[in-house]
């Protein structure tokens, strides 16, 4: 049974700083493309950041980018994501997404089609 589990939301300043953890497990493969997203009600889930696991090349959206770093301990199977000088419009939910799709990392580029998913943790950003 495959379970990605969310954790590190909660509430901040702009200005501030929140890492989240996604832990992964019961993926069948080897390597995954893992992807960090957000959504708030009424607008289009967008996806911040994307990795392969077994690379090392990250797909940044532009909302995010120099602010917002993904990283990944193969060891612990999770996916970080390092959210700095946060703004108001940062605020979301934000969910762990898996899918395989080969070895290739240039795979991970494409954002859509995620087929694992985690349950969510809520960012909340003050102003």
């Known amino acids: 049974q495959v379970q990605l589990v969310e954790s590190g939301g909660g509430s901040v300043q702009a200005g501030g700083s929140l890492t989240l953890s996604c832990h992964a497990s019961?993926?069948?493969?080897?390597?995954?493309?893992m992807g960090w997203f957000r959504q708030v009600p009424g607008q289009e889930r967008e996806r911040v950041a994307g990795?392969?696991?077994?690379?090392?090349?990250?797909y940044y959206a532009d909302s995010v980018k120099g602010r917002f770093i993904m990283s990944q301990d193969n060891n612990k199977n999770t996916v970080y994501l390092h959210m700095n000088s946060l703004k108001t419009e940062d605020t979301a939910m934000y969910y762990c997404?898996?899918?395989?799709?080969?070895?290739?990392?240039?795979?991970?580029?494409?954002?859509?089609?995620?087929?694992?998913w985690g349950q969510g943790t809520q960012v909340t950003v003050s102003s």
């Open positions: 997404a898996a899918d395989y799709r080969g070895a290739s990392p240039l795979a991970c580029a494409r954002e859509a089609d995620y087929t694992y």
């Open positions: 019961g993926l069948p493969y080897d390597t995954y493309c």
């Open positions: 990795i392969h696991t077994g690379g090392i090349h990250i």
